[in-house]
């Protein structure tokens, strides 16, 4: 009698068997309604074998086989597969995390024809610059694997070297996926791309689209429908029966990386991918992440180089520091630098304040008695947020009115401490009082609708000042921007992050990468009490092959990533003592002893120790080969679930951690 092995979406390392009278091993990778509990589930069938390892007595029977859409490919199993072997995530957890949530549910509601988008303008093809031309043609869409880094300055034109592949490659009868950071998946791109193909099926696959549209666009990529699927990181596991080219834009992205569930990394699964179906991969990126440049250094991946502007009147703009040590701050903002907006205010140019921190400042505080706005469930500060009159919690969610007084000495006279940018655009509006200022970050722009509305103003010239956070660093071309004022950069300077670096090196060279994209002059001026910081030195000229170069001297003398290979385990409590205790017993497994060449560190605190009223505490893993950490891995997994312990509180696994 047949029976079903049988992945389900639970965090247990193991199949289930059920019986099913009339299945047969063409029913391998279809979906399977079964009893589970009191209750059913969905589950994707892995084998059909005619024994099960339990007594036949014990097996209770498959309800019903769903034949729609028909089976997920081998190519699938094999990624998921991959990706639960190196992520140490059960199988059935990864199967069905990419599946769309309406093939999940037992009763799925009816499906809808989709309204069709309406086409946007046909976009002509412009000739390409020597560079872009020279990159083309070192990738070979018809010879196989091979993985390229397009390492192109901003508004080089990588998205240009990205539609020319994807002609040629569609051209060939194949798919392409093209995957963007979540705050990337702008109308702009997809318009650019479906202009570019009008009479080719474009689909984007991302968390915003509602359940009927992403069921719909999943089915058009598995069926083959789909020329062209634009998607976030999730998308990277989507069923393409003729997948010929997969893109990575913006591939230092921290949004590639997902920090819940199953945590993976996007990139490194569509390298993966790639490989695997032996096609073509491009991870593009003004700061390449360091790992990526390393591998490109070691020759893993072919570097392919843009050094100019592909615009022939655009230049990247100047980059001055400004020593904040010497100069008069008015909240937080100097004159040269106001003088500056000043001067683009009166030559009807646009300028942009990018401070990486949302609300109207981090904390409010007692200065009698000396009581801050804690949140009551983390260790953080609850931020202010003048706008709608609350104090918020940035990491939970908690919020609370905002107290007349002191809620501890009942002194009334309690103030703001430090700014984020809602005080920076008040304080601004207040000294040039004509200006129009839009605030972009997560409170202004909270849909992606409100996304496009605010992207439209802008491009319109419906605003004099910018004042933003990251969400404004990436991507964008507004011609008319000429100036970036930097504030708050100093920071992540001195932490203890040693990542920290790399992100804020990113995050200048993209956010000045905004400046003088047209045919006007970029400035970027910086405001920090560190000017002789060599990172502002490698920012003002450009330079991000000298910030690499010495980053990876650094890290390699230090022992860490991509020179040494991490996982880490952490543990999730109401007291830190039962989290740390947890994590010593699993460090004391034999198993660890019998891996010599994996070192583990002591059990600690994690940096944010309670978010959500838990204690947080992690142990770090760390091998100075890969194929050495990832023999340990799944023995050591399977000794911690063995720990008493191990269902009386949270934990996991996270192999190639990009927070620490
Ligand atoms: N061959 C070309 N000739 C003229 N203009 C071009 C060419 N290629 C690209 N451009 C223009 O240059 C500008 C920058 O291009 P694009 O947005 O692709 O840059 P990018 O490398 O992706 O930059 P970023 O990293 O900042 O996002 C765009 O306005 C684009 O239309
Ligand atoms: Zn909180």
Redesign the pocket.
């Known amino acids: 009698m047949p029976v079903l092995r049988v992945a389900l979406d639970l965090p247990l390392h193991r199949l289930f068997d059920y019986r099913a009278d009339d299945a047969t091993p063409a029913d391998v990778g279809l979906r399977v309604r079964v009893p589970f509990g009191r209750g059913e589930r969905i589950g994707v069938i892995v084998a059909v074998v005619e024994q099960s390892e339990w007594p036949a007595g014990q097996l209770k029977t498959a309800r019903e086989i769903l034949r729609d859409p028909g089976p997920l490919p081998d190519d699938f199993f094999a990624l998921c597969e991959f990706a639960s072997t190196y992520y140490q995530a059960p199988l059935g957890e990864v199967l069905l995390q990419a599946l769309p949530a309406g093939l999940k549910r037992l009763s799925p509601p009816e499906r809808r024809a989709g309204r069709p988008r309406k086409p946007p303008p046909a976009l002509p093809e412009p000739a390409l610059t020597e560079e872009q031309a020279a990159a083309i043609g070192q990738v070979d869409i018809d010879g196989g694997y091979s993985a390229h880094l397009l390492f192109g300055v901003t508004g080089s034109g990588k998205t240009e070297v990205y539609l020319r592949l994807i002609d040629q490659a569609l051209q060939l009868g194949r798919q392409v996926l093209l995957l963007v950071p979540e705050i990337n998946l702008t109308p702009q791109l997809e318009d650019r791309v479906r202009g570019r193909f009008p009479d080719r099926c474009v689909v984007s696959l991302h968390s915003e689209l509602a359940e009927a549209a992403r069921e719909r666009n999943w089915r058009s990529a598995f069926a083959g429908e789909a020329d062209l699927v634009l998607g976030t990181r999730l998308s990277v596991f989507t069923p393409l029966p003729r997948l010929g080219l997969i893109i990575v834009d913006e591939e230092h992205d921290p949004s590639f990386k997902q920090q819940d569930g199953m945590r993976y990394s996007a990139r490194d699964v569509a390298v993966v991918r790639a490989r695997q179906l032996a096609v073509p991969v491009l991870l593009g990126s003004a700061t390449p992440s360091l790992e990526s440049w390393a591998n490109a250094q070691g020759g893993r991946y072919k570097l392919l180089t843009l050094k100019e502007r592909a615009n022939p009147a655009a230049r990247l703009p100047a980059v001055h520091v400004l020593d904040t040590r010497r100069l008069t701050l008015k909240e937080g903002i100097s004159e040269p630098l106001l003088a500056a907006i000043r001067e683009r205010l009166a030559r009807g140019e646009q300028s942009l304040v990018f401070l990486n921190r949302r609300g109207y400042a981090p904390v409010l505080a007692c200065p009698a008695c000396g009581w801050v706005s804690r949140?009551?469930?983390?260790a953080?500060n609850l931020v202010l947020h003048l706008a709608d009159r609350r104090l918020r919690?940035h990491?939970?969610?908690?919020e609370n009115g905002i107290p007349r007084a002191c809620p501890t000495c009942g002194n009334q006279d309690i103030h703001p401490y430090g700014r984020g940018t809602q005080r920076v655009e008040e304080w601004l509006q207040g000294e040039f009082p004509d200006a129009r200022i839009l605030r972009v970050d997560r409170d202004s722009v909270k849909s992606r609708t409100q996304w496009e509305t605010m992207l439209e103003r802008i491009h319109g010239g419906e605003a004099d000042i910018l004042v933003g956070t990251q969400m404004l660093a990436k991507g964008h071309d507004f011609p008319k921007l000429t100036l970036v004022g930097v504030l708050g950069a100093d920071a992540a300077l001195y932490a203890a992050d040693w990542r920290a670096p790399e992100r804020l090196f990113a995050q200048l060279m993209q956010v000045a990468g905004r400046a003088g994209r047209a045919e006007l002059r970029g400035e970027v001026l910086v405001q920090t009490q560190y000017p002789d910081h060599p990172l502002f030195a490698a920012v003002a000229s450009h330079d991000y092959p000298g910030f690499a170069a010495t980053q990876l001297q650094e890290r390699e003398q230090a022992g860490f990533p991509p020179y040494a290979f991490q996982a880490v385990l952490r543990a999730e409590a109401p007291a830190m003592a039962d989290a740390v205790a947890f994590l010593e017993l699993a460090a004391a497994l034999p198993v660890v002893k019998a891996h010599d060449q994996v070192m583990l560190y002591d059990p600690v605190p994690m940096k944010m120790a309670r978010?959500?009223n838990l204690e947080r505490g992690q142990l770090l893993a760390e091998a100075f080969s890969r194929p050495a950490l990832q023999a340990f891995l799944p023995r050591w997994r399977e000794a911690i679930e063995g720990l008493k312990t191990a269902n009386k509180l949270r934990w996991h696994l996270e192999v190639d951690p990009l927070e620490l």
Do not use: N, S
């Open positions: 949140c009551q469930r983390c953080a919690c990491h939970c969610g908690f978010l959500a």
